[in-house]
């Protein structure tokens, strides 16, 4: 459903598959003004225009029902083959595989793009990272716990939070590098959020805040 953030009031509505998916919508802008908004299934990820609900295009693949499409560069990032990455020359434009590597699992996690390199977290806790130009693995590296929230970007550093309770900070630097994992004593499965310096994070019983004084 598109909503009026004015008004509140539904401008459109159209039918999804009737299956259960966890992807959030994803805005894909241009630099001309034209933008569409992405919605990911099971099936694939269709763009709509974000004011009629029509749809413009649509990708079918394989598609994880827990990851988001992740938009870098004007290319689209999906979870499908392993990792997808798609070719626009404009948000309306017909989408080209540009590739898909298998050695780039992204588990529930959604991947993170940065200076020409890939970064995916499978659940079972194995960081990799991948060229953004052909989709070849670099290197891997595994963290503490199994991991369901999708991590953050911020400084180099990679923030990210396993079901256990553990906050583990990853540098991106070389073939990356543990720098530090924090014992929070809850369990997390929500995404951490990143807004003027300070870093979001819920848990399954509290919501915090941290941030430097």
């Known amino acids: 459903a598109g909503i009026d953030t004015a008004t509140g009031e539904t401008r459109w509505r159209v039918p999804r598959p009737a299956r259960a998916q966890w992807s959030s919508p994803t805005a894909l802008q241009g ?20 004011k009629t609900g029509e749809q413009v295009w649509d990708f079918e693949a394989a598609c994880s029902s827990m990851t ?55 659940r ?23 991991f369901w929230s999708s991590p953050v970007l911020a400084g180099g550093h990679l923030y990210c939070l396993n079901d256990k309770g553990q906050a583990v900070i990853a540098e991106l630097a070389g073939e990356g590098k543990v720098l530090a994992t924090i014992d929070m004593d809850n369990s997390f499965q ?11 994070i819920r848990s399954d019983s509290k919501l915090w805040k941290i941030a430097q004084q």
């Open 124 to 146: 079972g806790g194995v960081l990799v990272c991948g060229e953004v130009e052909t989709g070849e693995r670099l290197w891997q590296l595994r963290l503490t716990g199994s």
């Open 31 to 50: 630099a001309n003004g034209e933008a569409v908004v992405l919605l990911q299934s099971t099936k694939g990820v269709a763009a709509h225009d974000p």
């Open 190 to 200: 929500a995404s951490p959020c990143i807004v003027d310096g300070a870093l979001y």
């Open 68 to 122: 988001s499409p992740l938009v870098a560069g004007g290319d689209v990032y999906l979870a499908a083959d392993g990792i997808t990455r798609l070719e626009l020359d404009g948000p309306t434009a017909t989408p080209a595989v540009a590739w898909a590597s298998g050695r780039l699992q992204a588990g529930p996690t959604t991947p993170i793009v940065l200076e020409g390199k890939v970064y995916v977290l499978n």
